[in-house]
């Protein structure tokens, strides 16, 4: 157990702190840059943190869910979609730095309270576990649809990262319902929106 706990502390140092890396090309690696007006260009660079503290946020939700799921093919399900979400961090944190900009400084306390969350989920039981992760991939997926909408339309690159992830955190929810996963109870649910909210807006500014 002591092991189990000293590896996912440096699990979220390396996701707050260290460069992530992907194993799969960028999205956007053969995307030209475009010309964008400082407005835009800050508008892209607000979504784009949005975007890597959702990631830094279902890292930390993974984790503590796979410390708590009782049946490895769940356990395995939730870590798989951790790696994918790492992929993620490494788009969305070198486009912020392509549009110059940081990510969000709030990201550890965002990471501390899904780090939380994912426990208690997984100490419900899997179906539950499971549960979480499904509604959170369908929110983020519907806020990633949004976004969508909302990027400079000549920004390809950005809208290229957006697409490949809202296509991967689909997958991840569909894989949740193949194991079991139950529904959320409408309270819950809302609940989940209302903490998205908060964060879009804090990550957005800084």
Same mark, same amino acid.
């Given at each position: 157990?002591?092991?189990?706990?000293?590896?996912?502390?440096?699990?979220?140092?390396?996701?707050?702190? @260290?460069?992530?890396?992907?194993?799969?090309?960028?999205?956007?690696?053969?995307?030209?840059?475009?010309?964008?007006?400082?407005?835009?260009?800050?508008?892209?660079?607000?979504?784009?943190?949005?975007? /890597?503290?959702?990631?830094?946020?279902?890292?930390?939700?993974?984790?503590?869910?796979?410390?708590?799921?009782?049946?490895?093919?769940?356990?395995? @399900?939730?870590?798989?979609?951790?790696?994918?979400?790492?992929? /993620?961090? @490494?788009?969305?944190?070198?486009?912020?730095?392509?549009?110059?900009?940081?990510?969000?400084?709030?990201?550890?306390?965002?990471?501390?309270?899904?780090?939380?969350?994912?426990?208690?989920?997984?100490?419900?039981?899997?179906?539950?576990?499971?549960?979480?992760?499904?509604?959170?991939?369908?929110?983020?997926?519907?806020?990633?649809?949004?976004?969508?909408?909302?990027?400079?339309?000549?920004? @390809?690159?950005?809208?290229?990262?957006?697409?490949?992830?809202?296509?991967?955190?689909?997958?991840?929810?569909?894989?949740? /319902?193949?194991?079991?996963?139950?529904?959320?109870?409408?309270?819950?649910?809302?609940?989940?929106?209302?903490?998205?909210?908060?964060?879009?807006?804090?990550?957005?500014?800084?």
């Amino acid at each position: 157990m002591l092991d189990t706990l000293i590896t996912e502390f440096d699990r979220g140092l390396r996701t707050l702190f @260290a460069p992530a890396h992907s194993a799969r090309p960028h999205p956007d690696h053969q995307v030209a840059e475009a010309e964008l007006s400082q407005e835009e260009k800050q508008h892209a660079l607000g979504l784009m943190r949005v975007n /890597h503290c959702g990631e830094v946020c279902a890292q930390a939700l993974y984790q503590g869910q796979a410390l708590t799921a009782r049946d490895p093919a769940a356990r395995e @399900a939730l870590r798989h979609a951790a790696f994918e979400e790492v992929e /993620h961090l @490494a788009w969305t944190e070198q486009r912020i730095r392509e549009l110059g900009g940081r990510p969000s400084l709030f990201n550890p306390l965002w990471y501390t309270g899904s780090l939380a969350i994912g426990v208690a989920a997984g100490m419900l039981g899997d179906k539950w576990n499971l549960g979480f992760l499904e509604e959170t991939e369908h929110q983020v997926g519907a806020h990633l649809q949004s976004h969508l909408s909302e990027l400079p339309s000549q920004d @390809a690159r950005s809208r290229a990262i957006v697409a490949q992830m809202h296509e991967d955190e689909l997958k991840h929810a569909d894989m949740a /319902h193949a194991f079991g996963a139950a529904k959320l109870p409408a309270p819950v649910r809302g609940m989940m929106k209302l903490s998205a909210r908060l964060m879009t807006s804090t990550s957005y500014r800084a």
